[in-house]
């Protein structure tokens, strides 16, 4: 689950992190209360949305001159007339895609005297099994290019977290940063902040950018981006109100509810898989064959035909869907499973597009059976690559 920076901000606060002052509004004619609550003189008018880039995107109703979705200004009229042109409006950045997101809410903070600009995040790294702080100290909106231009410039400090993090953790942060003087006091406490909220609050990634150095010599953290691992929500009721399903996509909040592993993606080609490193081969043959997957959608070991029925349905109201693909091996899951739900789902929404199916394992026969005794208008496949090739076809054909 992902969460709005301001959301994030005022979880850091709690646990002491050094945060800019800041309001949250949903409505223009709240922007003036907002700034005036705040000391100014300058103020900064920042898009909420699930996506980076901000700065740098573009608006699309606004023109190619308007500014982007973060904006520096020294007056409480111009907080007013940029969160007017703002809210309600499509941000378009390098994450959200051509498709962009709609600004819903705003971020009116207090400005900061920057000095420096740094990077952290902190994450899990499979690598070593362990969270590892991602420090750097070329911060700001380039981080991206930085990764790829001068990977000598990111610095891991993976921590055990038997031990959590020490004082020697901090030093070599300290040093990739080169903090000096009041950052280098300052990090000695901030740096075990934010590393208790990471694993008291099952983050799945914490990132920093920036993380600044201020004109008086101390740490700021200027944007914050939260996500927590979906698979610990239970321990959190408490984090249940801070999701913003305006942000997230109507096919992955209906799976949600069956407990799909769904993520919408921008190809044609529709997937129900059984099993992530099934879904990801289907994903890339799909497209060494010259097209794009509509989704990842793995049913998962247990799924029952009332599953398997959801899962098809929503890939069928994705409305880019040219064909689907039914890759099923079978070992936990039984391939009759998966054919009841289909065939229960196409006889409840209709099939308007071609369909693939290749079934193996557990009840496969039985499988088969259901499929080609149901009278659909489908496709046999043999084998994954037999599969892939027949629903490009199919779907390039149409």
Known sequence: MNIHEYQAKALLKKYGAPVAAGVAIMSANDAEAAAKSLPGPVYVVKSQIHAGGRGKGKFKELGPDAKGGVRVVKSIEDVVANAREMLGNTLVTKQTGPAGKQVNRL?????????????????????????????????????????????????????????????????????????????????????????????????????????????????????????????????????????????????????????????????????????????????????????????????????????????????????????????IFGGIMRCDVIAEGVVAAVKEVGLKVPLVVRLEGTNVDLGKKIINESGLNVIAADDLDDAAQKIVKAVKGA
């Open 107 to 327: 971020y009116i903070e207090d400005g900061a005297d920057i000095a420096k600009e740094l990077y952290l995040s902190i994450l899990v790294d499979r690598s070593v099994g362990r969270p590892a702080f991602v420090v750097s100290t070329e911060g700001g909106m380039d981080i991206e290019a930085v990764a790829e231009h001068t990977p000598e410039k990111i610095i891991n400090v993976a921590i055990d977290p038997e031990a959590g993090i020490t004082d020697a953790d901090v030093a070599k942060l300290s040093a990739g940063l080169k903090l000096e003087g009041a950052a280098a006091e300052d990090a000695k406490k901030l740096f075990p902040i934010l590393y208790k909220a990471f694993t008291e609050k099952d983050m799945s990634l914490l990132e920093i950018n920036p993380l600044v150095i201020l004109g008086n010599g101390h740490l700021r953290v200027l944007d914050a981006k939260v996500s927590f691992d979906g698979n610990a929500e239970f321990r959190h009721p408490e984090l249940a109100d801070l999701r913003d399903l305006t942000e997230e996509d109507d096919k992955e909040i209906e799976a949600s509810k069956y407990d799909l592993a769904y993520i919408a993606l921008d190809g044609d080609i529709g997937c129900m898989v059984n099993g992530a490193g099934l879904a990801m081969a289907t994903m890339d043959i799909i497209k060494l064959y010259g097209s794009e997957p509509a989704n990842f959608l793995d049913v998962g070991g247990g799924a029952t035909t009332e599953k398997v029925t959801a899962a098809f349905k929503i890939i069928t109201s994705d409305p880019n869907v040219k064909g689907i693909l039914v890759n």
